[in-house]
């Protein structure tokens, strides 16, 4: 298991905040300039989901980068391929992937007319199961639209935005484009449970008889950080166009399992 390789390095434990009853198996600190660190992420590239604006790149600076000891995800108003704008969508499939434990990613967002700033999770089966059967975690996502509101949501085959039935929350952040944040969830074999700076907002249970279809949430997901434009609901209001180029700045990702 990946986990309790990783569960070796204790060295981390050096790099983040104390956290009790919590051990510290993953992290990337940013803390070297230049590309994102290709032991720990890759990219998607394209053209990817939701009828989406942006080209998603790969390997291209201007649309990710480490500096000033951040993550920077950057949305450029720029035209390649079909896409009207360019940005970058930095995944840690293929390196790293987690079942349980807690996730913490320190971020300030993008607010302009348009974005939609995401942190969340996917399958390791994604593709071979279908979605949304396979499942999907949404630690933090915000549009632009609807500004500082900051929602945590849950897909599966049962609860989905297709059918207007997923299982969401939301909390109020009014300075998340101004200021840096901590968005955070804690996942166990029967509970996940989104936070904001610590603050609980959204808590979903498993239910007694629960099968695959109301809860896949029991097998390796992988991280997602991405910054889309426009699409089916960053979309909604329309794109500031004159307010790009627009940024996610990412100050930490740290990835816990229960001591």
Known sequence: M???TLLGLTVLCATAADLPGWKLV???EFDKPGQPDPAKWG???GMVRNNEKQFYTENRRENARVEDGRLIIEARKETMDRG???????ISKGHDAWTYGRVEVRAKLPAARGTWPAIWMLPEDYGKVPWPMCGEIDIMEHVGHDPGKIHGTLHSGAYNHTKGTQRSGNLTIPTCASEFHIYSMDWS??????????KAYATFDRKPGDQDAEWPFHKPFYLILNLAIGGAWGGQK?????AFPQRMEVDFVRVYRKE
């Open 43 to 45: 990219y998607e590239k």
């Open 26 to 28: 993953w992290s990337d």
């Open 2 to 4: 990946k986990f309790l």
């Open 238 to 242: 329309g794109i500031d166009d004159a």
């Open 189 to 198: 074999a029967d509970k996940i449970v989104m936070h904001v700076d610590g």
């Open 84 to 90: 009207e704008f360019t940005s970058a969508s930095v």
